[in-house]
């Protein structure tokens, strides 16, 4: 198959684990006959930097002409002064918006080696596989007002949303539990919000057209207690935007460290952007020790959701299972006896197993 994709490495660590991302794509493409042409734009604070503008036209345009987008992250301490909207990180909020991507889908499952590496007990972690699909279009990040009123020394932010913009990823969590364990547990703050209030009536209209997907409800602070004190209670998870964007980086203990997260940033049809949970990490930019694994595994779920390669993905993931049984990883991790690596050798350790694997034996992280 012949694929464009779009890369938009961004800030910080992103041009470290995107460069691991693109490798890894690389060797599939010629193990597979594939061809995957890729083309770099500039996003968040490289396009600041570059274009005088966090999200150019020339990428909207890039990425609305693509078969799929690849992120890595944006943002960092040179352009914190910047007011709200020239921040890099509208950037990233402009393109979710550009595209249409309203649906945010973050795969919460610990691979076996890393049972060890959450602070949590591991049989708390065993067995716990959650898909959080966070609403990414709307909610508090994008509702206007947003702005500081200095007549009144007061600040604003809206939390809106249409109807349409819940029923929509409502109905994708409900279709995305069918592929599932069956089960939706929708989160909100009902007890305070008019905004929820709507959204748990959303749920509980659209749970009559879906009679096989058992529902219930969480408020958000109970949510996040027991997203880590008994997260096997959970299968999908669907909730507004600035909740599910908390909640995500939360559940990340459970894998054994944000590094590990992939996502999809979807619409009902289109092209679809994958990015690693993540932020741009200034903290480890540039010291080659970037976790690669959440920027890989969001590219092997490109290759799953955007292109249905499903055999290429599995191989991916597996790679990935290899290589951490084989006690490799990077820093932020941790395995019993293991070998910590920098990004590029873990990288390298990745192709090499990829080009040995049977991916036959995964037990892969997919989305399904
Ligand atoms: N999707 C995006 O582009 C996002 C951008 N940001 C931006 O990133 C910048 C930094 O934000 P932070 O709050 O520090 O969040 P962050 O997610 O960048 O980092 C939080 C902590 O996790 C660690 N970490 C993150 N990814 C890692 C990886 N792949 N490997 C190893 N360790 C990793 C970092 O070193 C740091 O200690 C800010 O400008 C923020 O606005 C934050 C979150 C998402
Ligand atoms: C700009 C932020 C909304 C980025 C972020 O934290 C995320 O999408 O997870
Ligand atoms: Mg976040």
Not at 66 to 80: I, M, P, R, T, Y
Not at 145 to 166: C, F
Request: with cysteine.
């Amino acid at each position: 198959m012949n694929k464009q994709i779009v890369i938009l490495p961004g800030d910080g660590i992103g041009k470290e684990i995107m460069d691991a991302a693109v490798r890894v794509l690389q060797a599939i493409a010629e193990n597979f006959n594939h061809q995957f042409t890729f083309s770099e734009h500039l996003i968040g604070g490289a396009a600041i930097d570059g274009e005088q503008s966090p999200l150019p036209e020339t990428t909207i345009h890039a990425c609305k002409k693509a078969d799929a987008v690849l992120l890595g992250a944006v943002g960092g301490e040179k352009w914190d002064a910047l007011p709200g909207e020239k921040r890099p990180e509208k950037g990233l909020l402009g393109i979710r918006k550009e595209l249409g991507l309203f649906a945010n889908l973050r795969p919460i499952k610990a691979f076996t080696p890393l049972l060890h590496a959450s602070p949590l007990k591991e049989e708390i972690v065993e067995g716990s596989n959650i898909l959080i699909i966070r609403e990414l279009t709307g909610g508090l990040y994008f509702g206007e007002p947003k702005k500081r009123i200095p007549e009144e020394n007061a600040v604003v932010d809206t939390l809106y949303y249409t109807q349409t913009e819940i029923e929509r990823i409502v109905d994708k969590a409900f279709q995305t539990a069918r592929t599932r364990k069956k089960r939706v547990t929708s989160v909100d703050k009902a007890n305070v919000l008019e905004s929820s209030r709507v959204w748990r009536e959303v749920v509980e209209e659209k749970s009559k057209q879906y009679p096989d997907i058992a529902v219930d409800h969480l408020l958000v602070d109970a949510a996040a207690m027991k997203l880590i004190t008994n997260p096997k209670q959970f299968d999908v998870i669907v909730t507004e935007n600035m909740f599910g964007d908390i909640l995500s980086d939360e559940a990340s203990v459970l894998t054994g460290s944000l590094g590990m997260l992939p996502s999809a940033s979807v619409r009902t049809d289109g092209v679809g952007l994958y990015e690693p949970v993540h932020g741009s990490a200034p903290d480890i930019a540039g010291k080659g020790i970037a976790n690669p694994l959440g920027m890989i595994l969001s590219a092997s779920s490109m290759l799953r959701q955007s292109f249905g390669m499903e055999q290429e993905a599995d191989e991916i993931e597996y790679a990935v299972q290899m290589t951490l049984e084989q006690g490799y990883h990077t820093p932020d991790l941790s395995i019993k006896n293991g070998t910590v690596v920098g990004t590029k050798e873990m990288t390298d350790i990745i192709l090499g197993n990829l080009a040995t694997n049977d991916a036959s034996q995964c037990i892969c992280n997919s989305y399904a």
